[in-house]
């Protein structure tokens, strides 16, 4: 059993290779293809060519046998006139005289005898009504019964038939079967041809046909490989080209050889190529002035704006002491300015992290305290929003390579977001870990997103409903520079929503940097997603609480 199951895997192997190398090569799989039509091709050919020579062989050598065999039957029956109703001993010896006869005698002038080939001649006295068996001389015994009841009734007939010898072996013989009619007693004379020679002939030619046909298909395979190798070689160029290219390496050229039809697909990749790089030079060099007007504009309101803020502050200290109206204007200035201001500092961030200039400054800390602290920083937030925030952390550290401060700016920017969506019902953000991962998710229960929106969420300056009101405000550059800094970790940060349903955004950060981060410890969608939406603990009130495993399985008891 053992070896039994060592040679299944084998065969198991050996079937997946070659269903892999079968998916994966042209090559392989023309060749394949055409030696396996080749095969069939060479077998019925072969056959046909095989049965086209016996069939010929038996048919001069039963052609030549017949002739011989007429010439035989004249001797036989000079040699046997007068035969009457003698003894069967006398009759016996009659006809061993008769074979020694036919055996030294040349019965043919025209060849016919050298054509068939030697014989064993055989006599035999009696017919089909007597009772008695009859009187024979030579090997009667190979004679088959149904043969000799044609030869009994006065016909003419032929047989090939296989005779066992004495010494096992097995000898094919051609037997023709004439009657002496010019007898008083009925005789019948049987020549025995060996198809010895014959079955040598077939035999010749089989292995040649074999031998030929297995040398025909190597020499096709041999063919088929180089010819499609010829046509493969250059698609191969090209995928291997087109993947560099798609690397960004934008210089990445065919060769073009001759004016073929593969000449001419270098030719048009070659122009696709260099029309997709000046596309792409253009955009880069669009972006590039994008993001420095970004950051020229960002610096050059940077001066103003401190002006501005600066008698903004004066005039809000002195409020009191405006009219209602203009006070009420005042508070409205600072706000703006509050919210334009956090405008300038996000496009100023987002500006440097398009340039590439943003480096990360990440060390092996607890993870736990900086969701806390983002949790304390929307706390007020929340309590405005009539909203509660739940923590649910592991009682264990949780340690990892992360930047502290955009890690807690990611989870500040997807709280705030949660808050001002949730409305009014508990928000959870919720920690956890594994070997490889650290997973933070931040549900919420308030209007979620339709179909098609968790994709977008992350584009600059996009809302879902630009014309509701919102509470806490926003520049809209929030998650998009949340998923920068999640990217800057090798981390990802996505996010799911249905209608009805809320809202949850899951970050997974790798534990070391140079670790590449396995599944993450916290599955999106929620399992809680279909349940029925609950109001949790009183308005702005912060919970913390561990995570033991019950919880993290089931995300849907949290807020209970």
């Known amino acids: 059993m053992r070896h039994v199951r060592r040679i299944v895997v084998f065969v198991r192997r050996k079937i997946v290779s070659f269903n892999e190398l079968w998916r ?28 086209q020579i016996t069939d010929r062989l038996l048919e001069t050598k039963e052609n030549a046998a017949i002739a011989q065999t007429r010439a035989v039957v004249e001797t036989a029956a000079n040699e046997l006139i007068g035969v009457g109703a003698e003894s069967p001993e006398a009759l016996t010896a009659r006809m061993n005289n008769a074979l020694k006869k036919i055996s030294s005698t040349t019965t043919s002038q025209d060849g016919a005898g050298s054509a068939a080939g030697t014989f064993e001649p055989v006599l035999a006295a009696g ?22 009841q044609f030869v009994e009734t006065e016909q003419l007939s032929t047989l090939i038939h296989t005779v066992t010898e004495p010494d096992g072996g097995k000898t ?6 004439a009657p002496l009619s010019t007898m008083i007693n009925p005789l019948q004379l049987y020549l025995l041809y060996p198809l010895t020679s014959e079955q040598n002939t077939v035999s010749t030619v089989q292995n040649t046909l074999l031998v030929g046909g297995l040398v025909l298909l190597l020499l096709l395979a041999g063919i088929t490989n180089l010819v499609t190798r010829q046509v493969v ?17 934008l210089d990445q050229r065919l060769a073009v050889l001759g004016e073929d039809d593969l000449a001419k697909l270098a030719v048009s990749y070659n122009e696709m190529a260099a029309s997709i790089q000046g596309q792409i030079r253009q955009l880069e060099d669009f972006g590039g002035l994008q993001r420095r007007f970004t950051s020229d504009v960002s610096h050059e309101l ?34 703006e300015l509050d919210r334009f201001e956090a405008l300038l500092g996000d496009l100023l961030e987002i500006s440097r992290l398009d340039a590439g200039v943003e480096e990360l400054s990440a060390e092996l ?22 909203s509660s925030v739940e923590l649910v952390l592991p009682d264990e550290e949780a340690p990892a390579e992360v930047d502290a401060r955009r890690v807690e700016r990611i989870l500040r920017n997807l709280l705030a977001n949660a808050v001002d969506h949730s409305e009014g019902n508990p928000v959870v953000l919720t920690l956890a870990v594994n070997e490889t991962a650290v997973a933070i998710t931040v549900r919420d229960r ?20 630009p014309s509701r009101n919102r509470r806490t405000g926003g520049t809209g550059l929030g998650l998009a520079i949340s998923q920068e800094d999640a990217r800057l970790h090798g981390g990802v940060l996505d996010a799911w929503g249905e209608t009805g349903h809320g809202a949850c955004f899951r970050l997974v950060l790798p534990r070391q940097q140079d670790t590449p981060m396995g599944e993450s410890p916290l599955v999106l969608p929620p399992p809680d997603h279909k349940a029925t939406d609950t109001h949790g603990s009183p308005s702005g009130l912060l919970e913390v609480r561990p995570a033991p495993d019950a919880i993290l399985a089931e995300p849907e008891e949290v807020g209970r």
């Open 24 to 51: 994966y090569s042209l090559q392989f799989r023309v060749t394949v293809s055409t030696l396996a039509l080749s095969s069939a091709v060479v077998f019925v050919l072969g056959m046909v060519l095989q049965n």
């Open 127 to 148: 017919g089909r009504d007597q009772s008695s068996r009859p009187v024979a001389a030579g090997p009667y015994d190979k004679v088959p019964v149904r043969l000799r």
């Open 172 to 177: 094919t013989y051609l037997i023709v079967g």
């Open 233 to 249: 070689r250059p698609v191969r160029q090209a995928a291997a080209a087109a993947e560099q290219f798609a690397g960004g390496d």
């Open 302 to 335: 940077r001066t103003p704006l401190t002006t501005v803020r600066m008698a903004a502050d004066v005039l809000h200290a002195s409020r009191e002491q405006f009219p209602a109206g203009l006070a009420r204007s005042t508070e409205l200035l600072v706000d």
């Open 365 to 386: 800390i607890d993870v736990r305290p900086i969701a806390t602290r983002a949790v304390e920083q929307v706390r007020v937030i929340a309590g405005n929003a009539g």
């Open 446 to 465: 308030g209007v979620g997103l339709r179909p098609g929106e968790a994709e977008l969420v992350f584009n600059r300056f996009w809302r879902a409903d």
